[in-house]
């Protein structure tokens, strides 16, 4: 099955356009699959949970309070506060339509991601 960029690089292309096409297109244009899956995962991400109290950091969602021992070898109990990493506006507007389990995606933003995001090309050994 090949892609082809016709209608996705004209003024009608400010449109959804499912997934499985909108991957085969870039992959097409020389983006590494990965990558594209990439720019699809949430912005921001919850990294650890760090504790208002003793300020060490624990995996996230593991603890409800800290569980960290101070110096007096007592169970710290401090709140549990999430660290999250990412960039907000980096976000590509997407649904699902539930009825065919389709995933549709803005195809400006991944197009955008495209043009602007470097190809890094793996050195020979």
Known sequence: MGYSLDGLLDESAEKYVI????????????????????????PIKHVDDKCTVCR????PTEHNVCPGDLLTKK???GELRPVKRGNPERVVDSYCVVATHQ?????????????TVLVRRRRSA
Do not use: F
């Open 19 to 42: 997934l499985a096409n909108a991957i085969g297109t870039l992959v097409a244009q020389g983006r590494p699959e990965r990558t594209i899956r990439k720019w699809l995962e949430p």
């Open 56 to 59: 060490r950091a624990w995996p």
């Open 75 to 77: 169970p710290c109990g």
């Open 103 to 115: 995933v549709m995606v803005w195809w400006p933003d991944l197009w955008r991601l495209h043009l």
